[in-house]
């Protein structure tokens, strides 16, 4: 008769202790301010075939669960499923609202059991984004457990990319304190790029500079990046796109790392560098653009860890050459080192954070983003202490000009000098002193005459420069004007003459371009002007010339040059002309005349090159 409630008393001692046990071994759910990470409450169970389904999954028994231990869960690139087990218990006195929030937006898929009893919840990127309970940019489950309620979740995780699940619990409000954290910080960071980007294209605008568009281009390529890396991309841009969403982070890794090759092979010179920094910038360029190629019609895992491979080596290689570049003596390098440090440095802490050795907090959880930011402010003002330099540089050849020029002065004014006291001091031999003094004034005279000259010279080809082209334009206008006669201009560029500079050296370009100088003056007639108007362009005034004729003497120069290229040493370098054709007088003025010229080239370029266009006001105004 006692023997039974004994038996009721050690069953229920039984059925207490474990209760005990199982809440001890489940994560117990503390409000905090900080989230609580759920990686070292995990267990897993791998599915190789990712076809078991919940039932089978909740039946296994507890011997094949294996524990993470981790902060984050995370498992490589298999594209196996991975189940993940997680008990939680309520000690409160109440009922609790908690989120469970992954970090990682760019699972392809995430199905949670447990969190409400009539349905499981599904998500990933592979899933439209209205199919979540949550419209948020990361993946977010809410659960309420009741009064010392202990319940058990499972999660189902399967990619094609990283299986990375950095979980964490948090009540409504800690969640909500986050979130507005977040934001603010996401909106300062992603502000800070808009601004670098917004000012430095205005700078190429207003300076022609490729290396700010380059820039510019890279700023807006790393922000378009971490767009999709946060989940905004997906959020905003294109919820329902969900190919596009897989391939859309590779193929913005390899455009960023694109134009940061751009950009650093223009800052650092070095398409003016030793040959191997060309063709190793070459090759990386075609890399990244095989890359880009590959996340859009690839294998997605492939493309995946092929970004990867791509921006870590491109990343070391730009610090290297960095480094060689400042050993060489190019001080602007120097800041640019600084800024691919921060950046290298930044990732590394965001890297060690992600798999544990360093603590998990706010700083190194957006280390990246922190030193992306950095690295694009040293850029800015790397390339703005390069402009300086320039500026510097250009400034001290001002001042060797003026030193030349103020020594010429004052040797002339000593010469004066001296002929005055030779005329006061040697009056005794007038004849002969009045001789050599109209000697000497002949002999300063005609070096006056030969500075001039030099002065309306350009160095290289011996043709008129460019201030003396503009008298010369104005003179031939007033003069065309009073006569009431036709004028016409032809403006000539020098076909691809970079390649010229670039394949056979400088030497060699400046033998092309005085060899076609000769060639054009020799097709001159006698009253036209030829000058070189800067770089490899000339331009020719012919007066009492018509559109018609202008063409016909455009052709025969074009045809000129075509015929005979330029040896240079044992080499013939073959070259062409693009010429732009522009005749008129009033209502026109001569800088009207010299644009519409100008046009005429721009449409010959377009056109081909190696052709002769003339202005057509029908098809040329609104260039």
């Known amino acids: 008769m006692i023997a039974v409630p004994r038996l009721h008393l050690v069953l229920l001692l039984i059925l207490l202790a474990w209760s005990a046990v199982a809440q001890a071994g489940a994560l117990q759910l503390q409000e905090s301010q900080e989230p609580l990470q759920v990686g070292p409450a995990l267990q897993v169970w791998k599915d190789p075939e990712g076809q078991a389904r919940f039932e089978q999954v909740r039946a ?20 196996a499923a991975y189940w993940l087990r997680l008990q939680l218990h309520n000690p409160q006195p109440r009922s609790a609202d908690w989120m469970l929030v992954s970090a990682n937006p760019l699972l392809d898929y995430l199905d949670a059991y447990g969190l409400d009893e009539a349905r499981a919840y599904r998500t990933g990127d592979q899933r439209p984004f209205a199919e979540r309970w949550i419209e948020h940019r990361q993946f977010v489950m809410p659960l309420r457990l009741a009064e010392g309620e202990t319940r058990t979740l499972y999660l189902r995780m399967q990619t094609a990319g990283s299986a990375t699940l ?10 909500q304190h986050h979130e507005q954290r977040s934001l603010l910080l996401q909106g300062l960071f992603f502000g800070a790029l808009t601004v670098m980007l917004v000012y430095n294209l205005l700078i190429f605008v207003i300076t022609r500079d490729r290396d700010y568009l380059w820039y510019s281009l890279f700023v807006a390529g790393f922000g378009f990046y971490q767009l999709i890396q946060l989940g905004f991309a997906f959020q ?4 329902q796109a969900l190919g596009w969403q897989q391939r859309s982070f590779p193929f913005s890794a390899a455009v960023a ?22 063709q190793a910038v070459r090759l990386l360029l075609g890399a990244s653009m095989g890359v880009a190629l590959l996340a859009l019609l690839g294998p997605y895992t492939l493309a995946l860890l092929s970004s990867f491979v791509l921006v870590g080596v491109c990343a070391l290689l730009a610090c290297l050459f960095t480094l060689l570049r400042v050993r060489a003596g190019y001080r602007p390098a120097r800041l640019f080192a600084l800024g691919w440090i921060a950046l290298i440095i930044a990732s590394l802490l965001h890297v060690l954070s992600g798999v544990g050795v360093l603590p998990y907090s706010l700083a190194t959880l957006q280390a990246q983003q922190f030193g992306g930011l950095i690295e694009l402010v040293m850029f800015a003002i790397a390339l703005a202490a390069r402009i300086r330099h320039t500026q510097r540089a250009h400034q001290q050849t001002l001042h060797q000009l003026y030193a030349q020029e103020h020594a010429l002065r004052l040797e002339q004014a000593h010469g004066l000098d001296l002929q005055q006291e030779i005329n006061e001091g040697l009056e005794r031999r007038v004849l002969e002193r009045t001789q050599a003094l109209e000697q000497a004034m002949a002999e300063l005279s005609a070096a006056n005459r030969r500075l001039a000259e030099l002065n309306r010279q350009d160095g290289l080809t011996g043709l008129l420069n460019r201030p003396a082209f503009n008298d010369e334009l104005q003179r031939a206008w007033v003069r065309a004007e009073r006569a009431q006669r036709p004028l016409a201009l032809l403006m000539l560029d020098l076909d691809l ?54 063409r016909e003497l455009a052709e025969r120069l074009r045809a000129d040059i ?6 240079y040493g044992e080499q013939a370098i073959p070259l062409s002309l693009s010429v732009g054709v522009a005749a008129g007088l009033s209502p026109l003025t001569r800088e009207q ?3 519409r010229a100008d046009l005429a080239l721009y449409a010959a370029k377009a056109a081909g090159r190696n052709t002769v266009e003339s202005y057509e006001a029908s098809a040329l105004d609104g260039v």
């Not at 296994?60 to 594209?79: E, H, I, M």
């Not at 950095?166 to 969640?175: K, N």
């Not at 905003?236 to 919820?239: K, Q, R, S």
């Open 497 to 550: 003459f970079k390649r010229i500079n670039d394949t056979h050296g400088h030497l060699a370009g400046d033998a092309c371009l005085q060899h076609v100088a000769r060639l054009l003056q020799a097709g001159l007639r006698g009253g036209d002007t030829l000058a070189r108007f800067g770089g490899e362009e000339f331009v020719i005034i012919l007066p009492d010339t018509d559109d018609q004729g202008a």
């Open 236 to 239: 905003w841009l294109w919820p």
């Open 593 to 595: 005349l010299l644009h």
């Open 562 to 567: 075509a015929g005979e290229p330029c040896w």
């Open 60 to 79: 296994l028994v507890d011997s094949v669960w294996q524990p993470v231990t981790r902060r984050d869960a995370s498992f490589g690139y298999s594209g």
């Open 257 to 278: 790392t694109l134009f940061a090759i751009l950009f650093t092979a223009g800052f650092l010179d070095l398409h003016n560098s030793h040959r191997r920094y060309r």
């Open 166 to 175: 950095s979980a964490s619990l948090m009540s409504a409000a800690t969640f």
